[in-house]
């Protein structure tokens, strides 16, 4: 059994975006999370990382 191999896991951040051409990642707010920037045939977008801050203030 291999237990230390690293998964990657897709997950969904927009269903309504495109596919973005360029993509990168930056903490565009500075609240100390990464979000996500994309620029695609219909537009640029950015996506917030609101839950990693949402759980860093409960604990």
């Known amino acids: 059994m291999e237990k230390d191999v690293p998964k990657s896991v897709p997950h969904l951040v927009d269903g309504q975006s495109g596919l ?5 990642v930056a903490d ?26 949402e759980s860093k203030g409960s604990k």
């Open 20 to 24: 973005g051409v360029q993509i990168t």
């Open 28 to 53: 565009v707010n500075a609240d100390g999370n990464l979000d996500v920037l994309t620029a695609s045939k219909l537009g640029t977008f950015v996506f917030l990382n609101r839950a990693a801050s």
